[in-house]
């Protein structure tokens, strides 16, 4: 693919469910992060993943939510027992990891919403 | 601990007026700062990065080290800037953890 994928684009779901929301990274790019989109909250950070594994985490909310990456590529963001304050758009940018300078590359990002 | 801080959340201003969006960092090391601009309906992308010394789309930024700023400015601005800008910090160390500012939103006006 030609860039950041994210699936899927809108997710309403009921207080309580849980969620998966998932980023296809641009093949290659070994650093993977995750952030939330809210209004009057900007870009908050989430967590990043370098290849598979997860050196920051200090983003997620709570223990409701969880990451992981496989094959240093896919990476899936669970949120469990949602809540209405989860509502939000979450969005997933990939880089190469090379160098401190290079480009982050954003997906179109998963608006969900808890009724 | 690295901290972006973006002080206004909107700014506001006429079309040919000047524009300077406010960045201002926090980080004990040796930092590499961007700007991220998201436009209506589109996904977030960079607009500039200080390590380039660029100007695109008219807009420049210097890099402060002793005031930790990296204002974005732009001498005339135009009705398609009119956008979501994010201010961004990236740790030159480890070349990992993106922080970015909670963003400040332009709007230009006739």
């Known amino acids: 693919g030609a860039g950041v994928s994210q699936s899927p684009s809108n997710k309403v779901t009921e207080k309580g469910k849980d969620v998966e929301l998932r980023c296809d990274p641009i093949s290659g790019h070994t650093a993977l992060y995750w952030y939330r989109q809210s209004l009057g909250q900007g870009l908050e950070f989430l967590i990043y993943f370098q290849g598979n594994s997860a050196p920051d985490k200090s983003g997620l909310p709570s223990d409701r939510f969880s990451a992981e990456r496989t094959g240093g590529s896919v990476s899936t963001l669970t949120i469990q027992r949602t809540q209405q304050e989860d509502s939000a758009v979450y969005l997933c940018a990939s880089r190469t990891g090379a160098g401190a300078d290079t480009e982050a590359f954003f997906g179109q990002g998963t608006r969900l919403t808890v009724v | 601990a690295q901290r972006v801080t973006q002080p206004e959340k909107l700014l506001s201003v006429f079309k040919g007026a000047p524009v300077e969006l406010k960045c201002n960092y926090s980080y004990s090391g040796s930092p590499e700062l961007f700007w991220y601009v998201q436009y209506s309906r589109q996904r977030l992308q960079l607009l500039l990065r200080?390590?380039s010394r660029e100007s695109i789309k008219g807009f420049t930024a210097d890099l402060n080290k002793g005031e930790t700023s990296f204002h974005l400015k732009k001498p005339f601005a135009q009705e398609e800037d009119s956008a979501m800008y994010y201010c961004?910090?990236?740790?030159?160390?480890?070349?990992?953890?993106?922080?970015f500012g909670t963003g400040t939103r332009l709007q230009v006006t006739l």
């Open positions: 200080h390590i």
């Open positions: 961004a910090l990236i740790n030159t160390g480890t070349a990992s953890k993106l922080t």
